[in-house]
């Protein structure tokens, strides 16, 4: 599905290219991925879509390369020039010492012999090679994603069916602007605000990912990383303090998100809602009597739900790539923060890495929302 | 339902009145009965106004660069509001009501000088995936694709990084990385027009192609594209404010409500006596850059009621 | 859609109970942070907690020249001596016997020679012996790694008269030969051969990068492996290869327990340690970099030390619960120096190139009256009352106070704008006045002082005639970086902190021109190069503090720059520590064996 894309923002999403509130999105869909021809198995339309997802990651890390090239050496080495005391012949020595004078496409040959043989090299910003940044920071990252993606579809949803459902009575109001306003919001500014209060004046949730005494019992000896995510590492290490630490400062990051993200599910759900109420099978379906709740469940809530679905996948994906903001903010070490530092400081290794690993979620995250698109509606055929 | 609004009109009117113009007042009512638009244009009228005024509203104290905030004397911890900061003011003493009045400039510059190069961007490489179709599609699309897959944010922040830091170079940035989505807006809606038999015709009688994508297709085309750019110089604004709160935009002691916001960072926590002290501080930039946006985003939200074909007669 | 409420509502009822419940695992407790803290309960009472916001760059002494890193290897490693107390001349001896001295005869052959019997019975962390043999590898394997952008290059100085173990395209140049012939074991002790005399040779020995390491667990670990042949494999090495990068065993009374990047670095008590027993039994260098963070965490002592910058010093002070130290002096300065040869090449800081009012040529700070003009025009005073707040001693010279051989009868040019526009009117025969100028300051962004400076001072010359602009901007580091290395800065705003206690150390960067900030500028004055030299190479004190002195004075005449002041800092700990001794070279984090806790 090559539908809009968000516009990246901790997944305040924008559907630039099409109206979300019609289906728009479905036209899209239909005639770039899918064709009205014969079924042609499923397994010879994954195997096409991984093919097309390698392309597309090395375009991806071709493009990327060739923009971070035009930055100058003396600039790119600056990652590894830790104090202010090196003098300028031994920053020469380090541009020598890292190839960055040498031409761009042996400078990207080289990279990517690197990664073939698995040595992703290594990151200034992460102090580690980027592979042991990784494994430090996307847990913390996907924890935060695992947490709130499921809320703000919820909240959206729900309060997408309300507001079609009473169309134009206050509730609906209400809920539009509650939409619209959320859906304006800096991100930033919403969580400075919420430290502030919760934080600042009251004391409670405070940033970060665990308190101090919590930090010591995960990173000391006697705890087993089995996932890297607190909550889960922590009922399987039978710690419910460390569970509950946790999840009292992933509190209002998450509270932040929702606030801002489902905004845009709320739209999209209700407008959605409102087309499929519009249809007339559904009218039908009430003229003959049928309950209004049972026709909203079944028949509306389902069809309706459709965009939806596209539109949680790439909500996920959104969230990957933007946590930038939040997780500064809450000073959270994931993936995000730990990009804004490599990509203020250059780190090329990092970057790169971090670029092909998000490009990778994108498309593979495309490739499931279609297919389970295509298990819900049989209108729809894989071509 | 369209018909007897068309009637209506050419009863009062008389049957000599051209469709468009009908149309157009039609757009304008229909516009205007929705309570939130008046809102949003009020906002953006409120901050036309600041833009316009600014020199009389906030007299700049160095005439050859406005965007200065002035500040009185090198304290680093930041004033609240008084008689001479009605608003406040940032740490090392800039009064934050002269940063929200210039920064409005700013904002607007964004937001429109974005949208609008995409626009003209998109519309260029729409027409000619679109139109032309065959391998120039083929190439247009599958760069399209690869832009898509790569993460905004961050490839902002290590392009603003390369360039030099600044508002300009945030445009720039913007304008690179948001050029897929018009053209594929641009590109559908023209898949979807040049196959209609209007088209056909105007072929089959010899115009040009150049003709043809100018008189005919663009016109009908470029609705979706003025709809997607309406709305998204909300969004264009936030995210460039979000690159200023990094750190890529102006420097500090200049006129960005991004950066504003990122000098509050340090005073979240006030002292002792008074954890909120600097509230001002956090509250007050956000506010202004949420209450732009919101405004954008109303009216952009009516303009799609309106203007989209989809939802016009509803 | 009820579920949602009660999940919602379940979230925040199980937030407001922890919040209000589980107080000694939130930083924050149940009564609003505005009431004291009344037990007087001391937290985790065997750790001592030290949070700042320095990032590790590596625990490898050959490597690490920066404050973190030297911190945390000063706790695991040891140098053969270091200073007494507060002392920045009396030393006392660690893994030697006695610190050499020529009345004890130690020191022979005019300066040259150094012999340090090495103590006996002292143990590594990994259970092996310190022997003379070990030494001598130690210092022999720092100084064959020698990575780029380290400290190495003190040691060579004295031994070799050299900087490096490599030439200007990289190929190695440093031999066994010369190893063994500089570094000698003769039987139980270790004897340097100098290249020459000099001077500040036993203040360089307490530098992180000449600390003892664990021979055997080095080479078992891939480091070098003591011959000529491996020298190639192990030089230069690239970030994070250095074999020492993240693992330590030293003689020190702190093990390495853990580091987690990016987090916090980890100790814990060496139990078979040669000296007094630490009290404290584990310590942890905490990397907080929010500031709002440190500092609820340091009022409710979660942690034990906070580091506070300068412009939070003055509501700090206010706070229960804590210790100050107050106006420590640290061997450091600020100054700000005037490129005398600018790059004109693609220089966007200098605009046109040229004095026609739009920008400057590449020597237009090269006419001394130019430099006078805006000397004058910098408003020290105001500097140190708004901007540094007091927290800094002013600075007239690179020699700060502290030093051997500072002058404290030397003060800087006064704040005259008269006398400025003097000399301004004066400089480039009246064409500057006449044309007016414009050009870009800049600052690296964070950094707030620099900022504000620069800034105060770009006020204050362009106040003088509206032809005058100067833009002050603030830059990403890799930008400033790549700027400075390519000398396309107008004006540079320089920081140096001591590697060792003597003036030699702050004198060739400031005023040699083969010195790191004057080589920058263009400054070439062959008697100052002189007399740096000799003043590292003179035994005799008195005829060094001819020489210093004579330096302080040039740098006033030659006026390439003006100094600003010397950082004063105060030191923030819970009020249960006991213990801390301020040294002017201490590192951040410092050595937790002057630690305790109790009331």
Known sequence: MQAGAPFLLDGACCFQHNNPSHHGCIYVIKSSSFQESNHLSLLNYIIRRLLFMILVLFGVSLLVFSVLMLIPPGMRVAAYVTSEKIPPDQIEAMIKLYGLNDPAPVQYFRWLAKIFRGDLGFSATAEAPVLDGFKRYFPVTLELVLYSTPLIILVGIWLGTVGAIKKDRPADHAIRILAIVGYSLPTFWLGLLLLMFFYGFLGIFPPGTLSVEANEVVFGSGWNRITGLLTIDAIINWRWDIFLDALYHIALPTINLVILDSALIMRLMRSSMLEALGQDYVRTALAKGAPNRVVYQTHVRRNALLPVITISGVLFAGLMAGMVITETIFVRKGIGWWMARAALQLDVPAIMFNVLFLGLIFVGVNLIVDLIYAAIDPRVRLG | MSTEVLTEDMKTQGPSRHPGWSEFVFSMKRLFKNPLTIIGLAIILFFVFLAIFAPILAPPPRAHDPFLMPHKGWQIQPSPPSAENPLGTLPSQYDILYGVIWGTRNAFRIGIAVVAANLLVGLILGSIAGYFGGILDEIVMRIADIFYAIPILVMAMALVVAIGRGLSSVVVVLIILNWPTYTRVVRSEILVVRNMDYILAARASGASHLRILFKHVLPNSIFSAIIVASMNVGVTVLIAAALSFLGLGSDSGYADWGAMVATCRNYIVGPAENRLAYWYLVFIPGFTIALFVLGWNLLGDAVRDVFDPRMRRR | ?599
């Open chain 3, 1 to 599: 859609m009820k579920k949602i409420l009660v999940l919602l509502m379940v979230l925040a009822v199980a937030a407001t109970a922890f919040a209000g419940g589980k107080g000694e695992e939130a930083p924050a407790v149940e009564e609003a942070p505005k009431k004291v803290v009344e037990e007087k309960v001391i937290k985790n009472p065997d750790t001592f907690i030290w949070s700042s916001y320095g990032t590790v760059d590596s625990l490898d002494p050959a490597k690490a020249y920066d404050n973190a890193s030297g911190g945390c290897i000063y706790n695991i490693y040891e140098t053969l001596m270091y200073f007494k107390g507060s002392s920045t001349e009396e030393l006392e001896a660690q893994l030697t016997t006695q610190i050499p001295s020529v009345a004890n005869g130690l020191i022979t052959n005019g300066g040259k020679t150094y012999r340090f019997p090495i103590s006996k019975g002292v143990k590594f962390h990994s259970g092996n012996e310190l022997t003379p043999e070990v030494v001598a590898y130690s210092f022999k394997r720092h100084l064959v790694t020698d990575p780029d952008g380290g400290p190495m290059w003190m040691v060579f100085e004295p031994l070799f008269g050299t900087y490096g173990s490599r030439d200007g395209d990289g190929n190695i140049v440093l031999t066994m030969d010369m190893l063994d012939k500089a570094i000698q074991v003769q039987g139980d002790s270790v004897v340097f051969n100098l290249a020459q005399s000099f001077a500040p040779f036993l203040s360089i020995l307490t530098y992180n990068c000449v600390s003892v390491i664990d021979k055997d667990f080095a080479i078992a670990n891939g480091d070098w492996n003591g011959t000529a042949a491996d020298i190639a494999r192990v030089n230069g090495p690239e970030e994070g290869k250095e074999p020492l990068y993240e693992i330590a065993s030293g003689t020190g009374p702190y093990k390495l327990a853990r580091w987690d990047k990016g987090n916090e670095v980890v100790f814990e008590r060496f139990e078979d340690y040669w000296g007094p027993k630490p009290a404290i039994a584990r310590a942890i260098y905490r990397i907080v970099e929010e500031w709002s963070t440190r500092k609820l965490m340091l009022l409710q002592g979660d942690v034990d030390r906070g580091r506070v910058d300068p412009m939070y010093f003055e509501e700090m002070r206010k706070e229960p619960g804590l210790k100050v130290y107050q106006k420590n002096a640290r061997l450091a300065n600020a100054g700000i120096n005037y490129n005398m040869k600018i790059t004109s090449v693609d220089n966007p800081a200098i605009g046109s190139g040229k004095l026609d009012g739009r920008g400057i040529p590449a020597d237009f700070f090269s006419d001394k009256d130019v430099r006078l003009g805006f000397t004058y025009a910098f408003d020290f005073e105001t500097m140190l009352r708004e901007i540094v707040k007091g927290n800094g001693i002013p600075a007239a010279t690179p020699i700060c106070s502290g030093l051997p051989f500072f002058n404290p009868q030397l003060k800087g040019y006064p704040f005259d704008l008269k006398k400025a526009e003097e000399h301004l009117k004066k400089a480039w025969g009246g064409k500057l006045w006449q044309n007016g100028f414009e050009f870009d300051m800049l600052f690296n962004t964070g950094n707030e002082v620099r900022e504000q400076t620069l800034k105060m001072m770009a006020e204050n010359v362009t106040s003088l005639n509206p032809k005058f602009k100067i833009n002050v901007r603030g830059v990403e580091w890799a930008t400033y970086v790549d700027m400075q290395r390519q000398r396309l800065m107008p004006v540079y705003y320089i920081g140096w902190g001591a590697d060792y206690p003597d003036p030699h150390n702050f004198a060739y960067p400031y005023q040699h021109s083969q010195g790191l900030f004057a080589s920058r500028t263009g400054y070439n004055n062959p008697e100052v190069d002189k007399l740096i030299e000799e003043g590292a190479t003179e035994a005799d004190p008195a005829k060094r503090k001819a020489i210093y002195y004579k330096l302080q004075d040039m740098w006033l005449e030659d006026v390439i720059g003006i100094m600003l002041y010397q950082p004063v800092d105060d030191f923030y700990f819970k009020d249960w520590v006991k213990g801390f001794v301020f040294h002017p070279m201490q590192n951040d984090p410092v050595m937790f064996k002057q630690f305790s806790k109790g009331y």
